[in-house]
């Protein structure tokens, strides 16, 4: 649902983030949706903040694709293509993938069993066919398979990707439509999680979503 833009209050973090955070939401819930431009005296009045972090935050906001500028023209809410949705979906699967051998082969037990404990509700989605819960229920299987990892490498570089990949991925879809069969290849994948079988847990990370 959008919300309107208002002054922010901070809480003991750095204001560029708060702004940076505030804005991305923003264009996630359609409070500025696609195309619209971005003036940053215009957005630091509605934050009740001056220009500077306005202006840190729609370079940042820039480097992950959710705002696009032409130099002495405009900046302003990028669109979602299909490519770039594409894109994104192979970046995740492969990437998850590889972070998923990672965290299988010399993960925690704790950590493992975080992430299997949100793969069974990806499950459920799956057997639902609920797209949107299986979207959600994804995203958080991804978030504590890229944690038992303990590679921080990959933990900064998603954490910077978050926004967009969840705005780039707003319109996804099963690549196996079949929910049985989808279903099924998610319960090997648990079980090869659960018998630290690295490689098979990555093969069907990638084939789940059209990458083998």
């Known amino acids: 649902m959008a919300t309107p833009l ?3 209050n901070p809480h003991g973090t ?6 940076y955070r505030a804005l991305g939401e923003a264009i996630l819930d359609g409070t500025l949706p696609p195309g619209e431009r971005l003036r940053d005296q215009e957005m630091a009045e509605r934050l009740g903040v001056s220009r500077t972090p306005v202006r840190e935050a729609l370079q940042r906001l820039e ?5 696009e500028v032409s130099p002495h023209r405009y900046t302003r809410v990028s669109v979602v293509n299909d490519k770039l949705a594409r894109d994104t979906t192979e970046f995740v699967a492969l990437t998850v993938g590889n972070c998923m051998r ?3 082969d010399r993960g925690e037990d704790a950590a493992l069993d975080l992430a299997v404990d949100h793969l069974s509700a990806v499950i459920d989605a799956s ?10 229920a994804s995203a958080l299987f991804f978030q504590y398979v890229v944690y038992a990892t303990d590679n921080v490498a990959f933990h900064t570089v998603l954490a910077e990707a978050e926004m967009a990949i969840r705005r780039n991925l707003s319109r996804w879809h099963p690549y196996i439509e079949c929910s049985i069969t989808r279903t099924g290849q998610y319960e090997r994948m648990r079980d090869a999680i659960v018998a630290r079988d690295g490689r098979l847990a990555e093969s069907l990370m990638r084939e789940i979503h059209g990458f083998a």
């Open 6 to 8: 208002v002054p922010l």
């Open 14 to 19: 750095v204001l560029g983030d708060e702004v």
């Open 63 to 67: 480097r992950i694709g959710l705002v």
């Open 102 to 104: 990672i965290a299988v």
């Open 127 to 136: 057997r639902a066919d609920d797209n949107l819960a299986l979207l959600e």
